[in-house]
């Protein structure tokens, strides 16, 4: 009886060590650097695919590659999964490489490369082993809600003056015939995109008072585009604060 317990505590000490030492490659340097390599050779057959002339001549060979590291991955996070049990989806990038997996290896990403592609967005992963681009991250992150507040205050904007559109001009003009038409148009508007001679003034030969319309949405969509790029520099700012 001694002896069964001896041997049950041998396996499972040698278990938990085997565990451990997986543990040690799976979260090492040399390991992820491994699969950042993979990632961007998979970038690089995924970016072959899209060539007519490339796909023709090696599509066998591009599928076979993008099934191995396709197997890879997967390799990888059974690897992690077994090493890190339930740790393992505790950790945010975690969760996001494993449902980046998930999805680009169900059997419909074989067909769509669009699935396929959703690979490569683990490369941000590994943004943290770069400073100057964790900076920007960081920076971006926290502009996020700036940007947020910046988007429901022109979708705000947009729906009033798209409305104001359709019932101005909307009988008249294709372009704003209908609230989407009106909503692209209105875009296209505030890219500068033409918005004189093909949106603007057609609309003024009948309309000659519609230039108030278009000056006062312009003017308006560039204070607001102002407003937010002020307020990221004196976030920019903030953040740049705290580091120092």
Not at 214 to 232: D, G
């Amino acid at each position: 009886m001694a002896k069964v317990k001896k041997k049950s505590g041998v396996r499972k000490h040698l278990f938990t060590e085997d565990k451990r030492k997986l543990k040690t490659l799976v979260t090492g340097e040399s390991f992820d650097l491994f699969i950042m390599s993979i990632i961007l050779a998979d970038a690089i057959v995924l970016g072959l695919m899209t060539s007519e002339w490339v796909s023709f001549r090696f599509d066998t060979g591009l599928f076979l590659l993008d099934r191995l590291f396709m197997g890879i991955f997967i390799v990888e996070m059974l690897m992690k999964i077994y090493a890190e049990g339930r740790n393992f989806f505790k950790n945010g990038w975690n969760v996001f490489d494993f449902v980046i997996v998930a999805v680009s290896s169900v059997p419909l990403a074989s067909a769509f490369i669009i699935l396929r592609t959703f690979r490569l967005f683990r490369l941000l992963k590994y943004i943290n082993r770069f400073s100057h681009l964790k900076d920007i991250v960081n920076t971006f992150t926290a502009l996020l809600p700036n940007f947020v507040a910046m988007i429901l205050v022109f979708a705000v904007f947009f729906y009033v003056f798209a409305i104001m559109a359709v019932s101005l001009y909307g009988d008249v003009f294709r372009e704003f015939s209908t609230l989407g038409a009106a909503l692209f148009t209105l875009l296209q508007t505030f890219t500068l995109d033409g918005w004189a001679g093909n949106i603007a003034r057609p609309v003024m030969d009948i309309f000659p008072n519609a230039w108030v319309f278009f000056v006062s949405f312009i003017l308006i969509s560039f204070l607001i585009v102002i407003s937010f790029l002020m307020s990221a520099v004196v976030q920019a700012v903030k953040i740049s604060a705290v580091k120092k």
